[in-house]
């Protein structure tokens, strides 16, 4: 069974900050570039942040670009966003995605491409 977990969400409030982790399960992140997805309420599904594991190249929505920062922890099969400096209109649920596409770029720019979706982790941006 081939699965990404999403963890790390929660009730922050503005100006706080999360940190999301996708952990690859029943196989490895060495050869994918990994992305954050989110969900946000009125809007279509959007790519937030993206990587290549083996290439170390990224990605970021300009919405978020300043404020997070995706990394990977080879040792654990992890990939983090770090989420600083949030704000209202970041509440959504968050995805992870891995694929065989290196051009991070592309990858988060083209949500539609993927037509199956995890449990995911929800974040709300809340006073």
């Known amino acids: 069974q081939l699965r990404l977990v999403e963890s790390g969400g929660g009730l922050v409030q503005p100006g706080g900050s999360l940190r999301l982790s996708c952990t690859a399960s029943?196989?490895?992140?060495?050869?994918?570039?990994i992305g954050w997805f989110r969900q946000v309420p009125g809007k279509e599904r959007e790519g937030v942040s993206c990587?290549?594991?083996?290439?170390?190249?990224?990605y970021y929505a300009d919405s978020v670009k300043g404020r997070f920062t995706i990394s990977k922890d080879s040792a654990k099969d992890t990939v983090y966003l770090q989420m600083d400096d949030l704000r209202p209109e970041d509440t959504g649920d968050y995805y992870c995605?891995?694929?065989?596409?290196?051009?991070?770029?592309?990858?988060?720019?083209?949500?539609?491409?993927?037509?199956?979706w995890g449990q995911g982790t929800q974040v709300t941006v809340s006073s």
């Open positions: 995605q891995a694929d065989g596409v290196t051009a991070v770029q592309t990858m988060c720019e083209m949500p539609g491409a993927f037509d199956s």
């Open positions: 029943g196989f490895t992140f060495d050869w994918y570039a």
């Open positions: 990587i290549s594991w083996r290439l170390g190249t990224t």
